[in-house]
């Protein structure tokens, strides 16, 4: 499979319509639901994993975005998958510096960011969003510096777009794993007030892992000036892998 029209083909062909319904009412596609109109095929997320490990080092660059613009969700998630996948491979220590590779870095951004609202599902955010992104974030990069970098992930939280706005906050995943709590402080605070469960969802995640990861004390810093208006959820989420104890006072101060 050389080409994106043969990885098509190939997925097609294991359609399963039993996994297909299971899928469309998993990932809420019905009328005023927030996944509405996506088109699935059944497959299991390690069956398109497989697929994507076959052709990810096959399949032109040039190739990826017949797969993004693909009706298929499981296609359009391989798309993602070679793109995670290759900017992976550019993003070892030996080639952090390499001038060839933040070229191929870039590239890989600037499409991912192009093609952004085909990535029109939570799962398809979180499958992608911290490896690309995220991680080219703390990369150096020909685009520009921290002032470019902090306008790409402003633009992505002022979009319209539900799937723009949660990639400017689970981009962070990857950020807080490499140390720097900035950019899960910067857009918690950006969608503290965000009307919808998935974004309050995605922002508890991230600060749980930014607590988890970087600081327990910079999390209880940003819930003491903020636990009493963010939604239950969001908080909920945050606090999770605190002791009982705590999770019950936090959630008292929340009540204050």
Request: glycine share 4%; proline share 3%; aromatic share 8%.
């Amino acid at each position: 499979m050389n080409s994106a029209q043969e990885i098509i083909e190939y997925m097609e062909s294991l359609h399963n319509e039993e996994q297909r319904e299971n899928l469309m009412r998993f990932f809420k596609t019905a009328p005023g639901e927030y996944g509405c109109g996506d088109e699935f095929l059944g497959l299991k997320v390690p069956q398109t994993r497989e697929v994507t490990r076959i052709v990810a080092q096959k399949i032109a660059l040039s190739q990826v975005p017949v797969l993004l613009m693909s009706r298929w969700h499981e296609v359009r998630l391989c798309g993602l998958l070679i793109m995670v996948d290759r900017f992976k491979r550019l993003a070892t220590k030996r080639l952090t510096n390499d001038e060839e590779a933040i070229r191929k870095r870039d590239e890989i951004l600037t499409m991912y960011l192009q093609y952004a609202e085909q990535a029109n599902n939570w799962d398809l955010v979180d499958l992608s969003v911290h490896k690309i992104l995220g991680h080219w974030l703390l990369l150096p990069s020909n685009l520009g510096g921290k002032e470019y970098k902090l306008k790409v992930v402003d633009d992505l939280a002022a979009s319209p777009c539900l799937w723009k706005q949660r990639m400017s906050i689970v981009c962070s995943w990857k950020t807080s794993q490499m140390g720097d709590p900035s950019w899960c402080l910067r857009y918690a605070e950006t969608h503290l007030h965000h009307p919808h469960d998935l974004m309050h969802k995605a922002v508890g995640w991230m600060l749980r892992e930014m607590g988890k990861r970087v600081s327990m004390d910079l999390l209880r810093d940003f819930l003491r000036q903020h636990a009493h208006e963010m939604p239950r959820t969001m908080l909920r989420y945050a606090i999770e892998k605190m002791n009982d104890k705590e999770r019950e006072w936090w959630m008292g101060y929340y009540k204050k």
